[in-house]
Structure formats: C-alpha cells, structure tokens
C-alpha cells in the first residue's frame, strides 16, 4: 500500500519558545492527517517578539542542501508552504523549492509586517523579492499590513467597503495567486473579518471575528495552517477560511481568558483535537 498522507514541505523558521513558525505549523497540520516536513530557514531560542535578545542560527544554506537531497531520494511533496523568511538569499532558495515542485500546491504566506508597519528585518527590497514569491503562489495568506505592501499602497487604518475590499483581493489575486485569503480586516459595518477570494470560480466570501482586545504572536501561523491543512483534505475556500477562523477564536478566547502573558502565544495545546473533527458549522458569508 503506498503512503496516502499528503506531505508539505514547510519551510519557515523554528522558534523555540512562544508558539509560532514551525512549533505550531508543525502539530496543526499533524493534527489535520497530513505529514509535515519541517525545512528549518533559522533556528530561535524564541520568536523576536518581547523576549529581547534571542539566540539565533541562520539556515540559509541548509535549504538549497536539503532541496537537492530531496530530488536526490525522489521526494515528492503534495504543498509547499513558505513563511518568515530572514534574507533575501531565503527567497530565491523557496523560489527553486517551488519549481523543484510544479504539480505541489504553492501556499505562501508572505510574511513581513504587522499592525501596519514592516517588521524591522523586511526591508523594501525583501518586501519587493516578496512579491516574486507571491506570483509564483496559488494560494496567499497576508494580514492587511502585508496586503497593503503587495498592492504598493500606503497603509490605509480605516475600515474598507465592500467594494473596496473586494478590488483589493482581486488586484492581489491578478499578481498570480488563483486563490487569496486576507485576515483582519475592518470592513464599515465595524466588523473584523478574515476575506478570501477564488478567482477560478469567481467568489468572494467573508467570515466575522469576534473581537478580543488582544494581539498573540503566530496566530498568523496557526490560520495560514489550518487553512493549508483543510484545503488539503478536500475543504472548499469558503469552509478553510471557517475552519480556520473559529479554531483561532476558539483558542484565542481561552487564552485571554486565562490571562497569560501574550508574548507565550495562544494555548493551542488542549485544543489541537478539535482539529481533526471534520464537520463544519456554515459560518461564512458571502463578500
Ligand atoms: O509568527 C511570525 C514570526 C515567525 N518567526 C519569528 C517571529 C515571528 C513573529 O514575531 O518573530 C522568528
């Protein structure tokens, strides 16, 4: 019988302590049925978010080392997935796992700011080899800061019109991605909601958060993979985007209600079970 788990190569950082990148990516997709193969882009002793000075091992060498002992035992991967990557180097290094790969689903999560602002390591240039990615990509992940930086738009803080919203997705979709996921988003009836658009079958949908008053590092990371693992186990667009969100506020509402300090993330653990159920609750709207 041959091996009928979907695998993923997934090539992101490991931050030791505080649950993102690879130390969430890497139990979500196990979870949701599919094999995770982790290609370490650097190793942390924790995520760059409060802890101050981290201890930090650049891997850039090791990805091209890997891709070539992959292709060597014959390998195959059914998604490739990219996320905080932490050189311009790193980006042509996913460029090639990706055309190693033609027949994979190309997941990028074009990770390079937050709460409107680039993170201090993505300089314009990054941010433009960033968008090399994204052509390449079928499916995109960026929060809003990210998708203003794709559009080459100046950071717009005020809620978005349908409409507009709409026109966003689209132009993000007409740089390559046939499908395109954007998280917190503030549309003018005040709510926050993660979009997605198929250009394939011309849809967009919405699903509403519910508002907690609190930010937790790698909740990015948790959403962009769940929604991986539910596309890859057959969900349609409108119900990963479901998935994804309730599972995030599921477990960020437990957080806050423990008060735990945030830069440890969210409390995933006690609630990665919930992940392998497969039903859905009809959650989303039409955009
Ligand atoms: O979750 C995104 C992320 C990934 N990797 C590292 C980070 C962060 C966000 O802070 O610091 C090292």
């Known amino acids: ?121 993505y300089t314009p240039e990054m941010c433009a080899e960033v968008v090399e990615l994204v052509r390449r990509a079928d499916l995109i992940t960026p929060n809003k800061t990210e998708m203003y930086i794709l559009l080459r738009q100046e950071y717009n803080p005020a809620p978005l019109t349908h409409g507009e919203a709409k026109s966003c997705l689209a132009r993000l979709s007409e740089l390559g991605p046939s499908q395109v996921v954007v998280t917190g988003v503030e549309l003018a009836d005040m709510t926050v909601n993660n979009l997605a658009y198929d250009r394939e079958a011309n849809r967009y949908w919405r699903m509403v958060c519910s508002y907690v008053p609190q930010n937790y590092p790698g909740t990015g990371d948790v959403f962009a993979s769940v929604l991986v693992g539910g596309i890859l186990s057959g969900d349609s667009l409108a119900i990963a985007i479901e998935r994804a969100t309730r599972f995030l506020e599921l477990t960020i509402k437990a957080t806050y209600s423990y008060g735990t300090d945030p830069k440890e993330g969210i409390l995933l653990e006690r609630n990665l079970p919930w992940l392998a159920e497969r039903h859905t609750f009809g959650g989303y709207e039409i955009l």
């Open 1 to 121: 019988m041959g091996n009928r788990i979907k695998s993923v190569a997934a090539i992101h950082d490991l931050s030791g302590y505080g649950r993102c990148s690879l130390a969430v990516i890497a139990p979500v997709l196990s979870v949701m049925g599919l094999q995770p193969v982790a290609v370490p882009t650097a190793v942390l002793s924790t995520h760059t978010g409060g802890f101050g000075q981290v201890a930090m091992e650049d891997l850039t060498d090791f990805i091209p080392q890997t891709l070539a002992h992959y292709q060597r035992i014959g390998l195959d991967f059914d998604c490739v997935y990219t996320g905080f990557l932490g050189s311009r180097a790193q980006i042509g290094h996913c460029l090639e796992f990706l055309s190693a790969y033609p027949r994979a689903l190309a997941v990028v999560d074009p990770v390079m700011g937050d709460s409107g602002r680039p993170y201090r390591t």
